[in-house]
């Protein structure tokens, strides 16, 4: 049985017993998954999962309008255990991807190799089975045996699938390997024959059935809960200190760049100076303590923050883009202190002034040389005791300034990256939408 929505990815794996099959259990296999993956958990916990032999393998559906996994216990109990990993990470890409209620492209099937290439290009190889679509690496040789199965144009197709496979490089779009195949006839008539055939495609069983049959309206609900399920994870890997697992910072640019428009900076901002919060006690005779009611005074809490917020001095900064930020340190500036000091390959402490409920700062440069980000680290690395985190606004242009003690926030100006790359998982990137200056 076909459900609706549902993607069926990989082929069957031999020598499960009926009891070991009865006897799996997918639970742990998820625990391992928080623990080492707390990202792609976070998705799959707004999942549910459906144990069923309706479907040989494993796959993902939208029925009605609700986020499904399916598996098959004979074939995920035959898995190695980093391999059931690697399985539920090909799932919660084809969700990332929107491949559930994105359009097919036509023809369909060719369509299908193209998005399984782009999904296990961010899955590490030692974590897919061996039948999976590998861009870079050749279909497994055929055993003699397999040969006697099959007939010399079966064959001669094979290897056509397995030179193309291993000729493509990793890390490229579902539409881009799409593009790439409808190229090669060679390749194109390959795939078109197992079709016609009843032949299981090379690399996997079957199509990713259903998803084109969403209606508008289930395909806008749809889109809708999977940006969420996507906001919030990313959110509460950026949360953790290892909220983001093995997962590259290549990887990670792009899943924050696929939801860019979904989390606003300002949100970001916000939950960066919430984090740096602390509390501070005071004694209070109108609460009781609860350990001495009426003999001691209660405790009494507040929460404030100090945070000190480097200004990159170089003209490529502009007023407008200072403007920009100080307009949302103006909003947080009610419960948090700001304490502001301008920068280029030093800090100039002169500039030092105080933003809190009751001050507002001034914009004025002092500075207008390169920029060096070892000093705003070093400086409050220095200053440790004074402040509970610090920003740096920039437009990203220095090299790599190393680890930090203090939690650190990177504020790009529009249209700007690091220059050095993905920042250090205890960082905050938050980037500033709008036109880049001129």
Partial sequence: MTQKGTNVDLAPVE???KEEAAGFKLDPHLLDLLWNEPFYSSILR??????????????????????????????????????????????????????????????????????????????????LPECGLKPGVPFPELTDEQRMKMD?????????????????????????????????????????????????????????????????????????????????????????????????????????????????????LKKFCGLTRRANRSSNVRRLNRKYPGIHPGVQKGYTSSIAVYIDQSGSVSDGELELLFGELANLAKRTEFVLFNFDTEVDEASERLWSRSKTPSLERTRCGGTCFKAPTEHANK????????????????????????????????????????????????????????
Wanted: glycine share 10%; hydrophobic share 30%.
């Fill in 15 to 17: 020598g499960v017993s």
């Fill in 152 to 268: 010399s144009q079966r064959i001669a197709d094979y290897e056509t699938m397995s030179s193309f496979q291993a000729g493509l490089p990793k890390k490229k779009s579902s539409e881009w390997y799409f593009a790439e195949l409808m190229k090669d006839s060679d390749v194109s008539d390959a795939i078109d024959r197992a079709g016609e055939s009843g032949e299981p495609g090379f690399g996997q069983l079957d199509d990713h059935e259903g998803w084109e049959e969403l209606s508008e309206e289930e395909r806008e609900f749809v889109k809708g809960k999977v940006r969420k399920a996507l906001e919030d994870a990313v959110k509460e890997a950026d949360g953790k200190s290892n909220g983001w697992g093995s997962m590259p910072g290549e990887t990670r640019k792009r899943i924050r760049e696929i939801i860019s428009s979904e989390i606003p900076w300002q949100s970001v």
């Fill in 383 to 438: 200053n440790s005791h004074r402040f509970d985190g610090y920003l740096v606004l920039t437009d990203g242009g220095a090299s790599d300034p190393g680890p930090s003690k203090l939690k650190r926030g990177w504020v790009l100006t529009p249209g700007t990256d690091l220059w050095f790359g993905e920042a250090p998982k205890r960082d905050f990137l938050i980037k500033m939408k709008g036109k880049k200056a001129a």
């Fill in 46 to 127: 707004k999942v549910t999962k459906i144990r069923t032999e309706d479907i040989p393998t494993a796959g993902v559906s939208t029925t009605g309008g609700e986020l499904k996994l399916w598996w098959n216990p004979e074939f995920v109990a035959g898995l190695p255990t980093k391999q059931v990993r690697g399985l539920l990470k090909h799932e919660c890409w084809h969700i990332i991807l929107g491949h559930i209620f994105d359009r097919k492209q036509d023809p369909h099937t060719h369509w299908n190799y193209a998005t399984d290439w782009a999904i296990n290009s961010e899955v590490p190889e030692d974590e």
